[in-house]
């Protein structure tokens, strides 16, 4: 497709658990973004990727979150041991070429994670 | 650090009347961008409209137009003539020249338009 695909769009984890969340950005798009979205509340900035390099991680809210590109396309989101704060809608965001410009970026659809 | 605040957690509007949301923001930055968003209930984030900080020049787009005042540093948004089709949450969103990748958001605005 020509957006953002996330995949999976919902997933039910176990507390403990550990979870994969993927982003397919627009092809040729450079920069590349990750933000959660708690119930209710407005995305708030996980981290940013331009091609593979991850160029800021500051909002990663702990160690048990990490998130790769390592071919500048395809990135993953990995959770490990999910705790129940973790609950929330992630989005994949990505921005052509020019600067990473997050205000022209397009967004996924998101995947909602549930903790259980 | 910057925060936006969106005062407004609710509007409940007839169709074609106008809606008008409210937008506070603070930062210590002299360039930053300012954003409207739409989240219709499939997810994404649209982007509506941009703003930058050295241009206080208010437009209109279409049924779209926003009212940018950096003295009172608001930055409101108004749908003119609203459809149900504009039903969605609005959020507000803010982002600094100097790291022009990290968007901080208000809380959302939940608009419905009933028929």
């Known amino acids: 497709g020509a957006g953002v695909s996330q995949s999976p769009r919902y997933k039910v984890a176990k507390r403990g658990q550990d979870v994969a969340l993927r982003c397919d950005p627009i092809?040729?798009?450079?920069?590349l973004f990750w933000y959660q979205q708690a119930l209710g509340q407005g995305p708030e900035f996980l981290t940013y990727?331009?091609?593979?390099?991850?160029?800021?991680k500051s909002g990663l809210p702990s160690d048990r979150f990490f998130a790769e590109r390592p071919e500048g396309s395809v990135s993953t989101l990995k959770i490990q041991r999910t705790q129940q704060e973790d609950s929330a809608v992630y989005l994949c965001?990505?921005?052509?070429?020019?600067?990473?410009?997050?205000?022209?970026?397009?967004f996924g659809q998101g995947t909602r994670l549930t903790v259980v | 650090a910057q925060k936006v605040t969106q005062a407004q957690t609710e509007i409940s509007v007839v169709e074609k009347e106008d809606v008008t949301l409210d937008c506070v923001y603070e930062?210590?930055?002299?360039?930053?961008?300012l954003f409207w968003y739409k989240q219709p209930p499939s997810g994404e984030l649209v982007f509506l409209i941009r703003?930058?900080?050295?241009?206080?020049q208010n437009e209109i787009s279409g049924r779209y137009s926003w009212n940018f005042q950096k003295s009172t540093s608001s930055f409101n948004f108004t749908i003119t003539a609203s459809q149900v089709v504009d039903s969605a949450v609005y959020f507000c969103?803010?982002?600094?020249?100097?790291?022009?990748?990290?968007?901080?958001f208000g809380a959302g605005t939940t608009v419905t338009v009933r028929a």
């Open positions: 965001a990505s921005s052509p070429p020019g600067g990473p410009r997050v205000g022209e970026a397009f």
């Open positions: 092809s040729g798009h450079v920069s």
């Open positions: 990727f331009q091609n593979e390099a991850q160029l800021d």
């Open positions: 930062t210590r930055d002299t360039t930053y961008y």
């Open positions: 703003r930058n900080s050295f241009d206080e």
């Open positions: 969103a803010l982002s600094m020249a100097s790291n022009d990748y990290k968007l901080s």
